[in-house]
């Protein structure tokens, strides 16, 4: 960046104009874009996002800085912005285009190797650590000062193509700003951001790494898929017998299936099928107790 040169100021409605325009240009050349879009003035509303932004702003290195950034990333300077481990590219629309990288540090092991004792057991899913539905303690630990899990400005290095001498330009403030709003929708770039694995945080309390679904046993068989696996007509049973049939749940008729095929059978045919022994045998004391039973 060059101290003494600067380039007229561009207005907000011709900037804009100017980024689509190089947008579509680059789009037409095979660059896959990853813009920044922003709907209002709220930069982030997520926890992560937020935390993400708050993080920047409390510390006194961006203060001064920071507003002209907003600024930018909110009328759609930001035409692209890519996040891999330990590194942002961007790509910012000023009276130029211009580059601007960003490195960040990894957590340092000693640090996430704590946060992820302190959490063993605390944090039940992936979908809950990612929507930041933690306990107030975590939540302290994740986003403190210095020793959190966010960077501070030491762990940053910043660069940006532009003539501007500072080294937190409003095109690099842009683009910090930037990653906060796209962890509004990828929170878990945040992660691959810091070098670390977020998954560390359910093995260590012996969860499953996948984000669970909700719960759910599966439906109880219905008469007619009991009519299919056994043979039998289900209206032709005791009332107490179909009862007894339908707690015992099946996710799908292919599973109860694929269950009856390991259970022995008798030669006995209800209908011309084999039945299981073990239904085969209640049937039979039901149907010979019950006083509906059928000639």
Not at 38 to 62: H, P, V
Not at 188 to 197: A, I, N, S, W, Y
Not at 242 to 261: D, G, I, N, Y
Request: net charge positive.
């Amino acid at each position: 960046m060059s101290r003494f040169f600067f380039r007229p100021y561009v207005p907000v409605a011709q900037r804009r104009a100017q980024a689509l325009k190089k947008a579509a240009k680059l789009a037409r050349e095979g660059k896959i874009l990853s813009p920044i879009l922003i709907d209002g003035r709220t930069i982030a509303s997520t926890f992560w996002g937020k935390a993400w932004c708050n993080n920047l702003e409390s510390y006194s290195d961006y203060e001064n800085r920071l507003p002209r950034g907003r600024t930018y990333v909110r009328n759609g300077s930001v035409i692209d912005l890519q996040i891999a481990s330990g590194q942002i590219d961007a790509l910012v629309q000023g009276s130029s285009l211009y580059k601007v990288a960003v490195v960040i540090a990894p957590l340092a092991p000693k640090r996430w190797k704590t946060f992820v004792k302190s959490a063993a057991g605390k944090i039940a899913n992936l979908f809950d650590l990612l929507q930041g539905r933690l306990s107030k303690d975590l939540l302290t630990d994740i986003t403190r000062n210095e020793d959190g899990l966010f960077p501070t400005p030491k762990e940053i290095k910043l660069s940006c193509s532009c003539p501007d001498w500072a080294v937190l330009c409003k095109h690099v403030a842009a683009v910090l700003y930037g990653v906060g709003a796209r962890l509004d929708s990828h929170p878990e770039l945040f992660f691959t951001l810091r070098g670390v694995k977020m998954e560390d945080l359910l093995s260590a309390a012996g969860k499953s790494a996948a984000v669970p679904l909700a719960a759910d046993s599966g439906p109880a068989i219905a008469a007619a898929d009991l009519s299919d696996i056994f043979g039998v007509e289900i209206e032709d049973l005791p009332i107490r017998v179909q009862e007894e049939a339908a707690v015992k749940p099946a996710s799908t008729k292919a599973k109860a299936k694929k269950a009856l095929r390991k259970t022995p059978k008798l030669k006995d045919k209800v209908k011309g099928k084999s039945i299981p022994a073990v239904i085969r045998k209640k049937i039979l004391a039901k149907i010979k107790s019950s006083p509906t039973r059928r000639p």
